[in-house]
């Protein structure tokens, strides 16, 4: 399926690896010029140069933190005028409701809810007004079934998800479509380090901790990043201008519901 997006411009955060680098791909994949940004710069520019090899496409990298206002300026300022935007930012870290501080608090909205609110802010309107726009925020599947050692994350995603509901819903005359992608387990290396700390809380190795995660699932495995870049592809697509407000999980039938 050819997706329409040939010659778009897009922005998408934290893309040098895991999961925004997959949808950073896929994007590429369909002819969308790119403006990627991480904060590491020697793996950004890695990333950046394969993207370009293997497509054919533009890519920009910039080095900053899209979590501060001085990051979000050099971005948009790569691209002023984005037809799809993804926003993407690492978690806050686990932990216990007891011990987080209000600090802790603070930063994890800062990451997770006000950085994508002030990304949309600064590009929604100009969509608009071109008619056309496409923006994916990913945030986790924890905003379906809280994940209890990542309250920080569930506040603060679920926050992003109502903050821009009606937002979507006034955009979507315009052909301009706000939707969320709601990211199970995958093979990235945030889950990882999760791994990590499970195995050695149950004194297992980091496979086994893998293999016990992967059993879990119903589709047998983790996900993998280009599974999750295909999805939110098809959500920047001229197709999928019927979609929006949406929460989609990408969990491999992780979630026990039916709704």
């Not at 050099?74 to 011990?99: H, M, Q, R, S, Y």
């Not at 709601?182 to 809380?201: C, F, S």
């Not at 879990?216 to 599974?227: E, F, N, T």
């Amino acid at each position: 399926m050819k997706l329409g997006l040939e010659g778009r411009k897009a922005i998408v955060c934290a893309a040098s690896k895991g999961l925004g680098k997959g949808c950073a791909r896929a994007l590429a994949g369909e002819g969308v010029e790119l403006v990627i940004c991480a904060r590491t710069a020697d793996v950004l520019e890695a990333t950046a140069n394969e993207i370009a090899a293997e497509s054919g496409v533009s890519v920009t990298p910039i080095a900053c933190d899209i979590t501060t206002e001085e990051g979000r300026a050099a971005v948009l300022a790569a691209c002023p005028e984005p037809d799809i935007l993804v926003t993407n930012a690492g978690g806050p870290p686990p932990g216990d409701f007891k011990d987080f501080t209000l600090d802790d608090w603070r930063r994890a909205l800062e990451a997770n809810m006000l950085t994508p609110i002030a990304l949309i802010r600064a590009t929604c309107y100009g969509m608009a007004e071109r008619g056309f726009g496409r923006i994916v925020n990913i945030t986790s599947a924890s905003v379906r079934n809280p994940i209890p050692v990542l309250e920080l994350s569930n506040g603060a995603r679920t926050g992003l998800t109502g903050g821009v509901a009606a937002l979507a819903r006034k955009l979507a005359r315009h052909n301009v479509t706000i939707n969320n992608l709601l990211p199970g387990l995958h093979d990235t290396d945030r889950v990882r380090e999760t791994l990590k700390a499970r195995a050695a809380r149950e004194r297992i190795d980091v496979e086994e901790a893998a293999r016990r995660a992967a059993e879990s699932i119903p589709a047998g495995r983790m996900g993998r990043a280009d599974d999750f870049g295909a999805a939110c592809a098809f959500l920047c697509s001229e197709q999928a201008g019927f979609i929006t407000g949406q929460n989609l999980l990408i969990d491999g039938g992780a979630f026990p519901g039916t709704m």
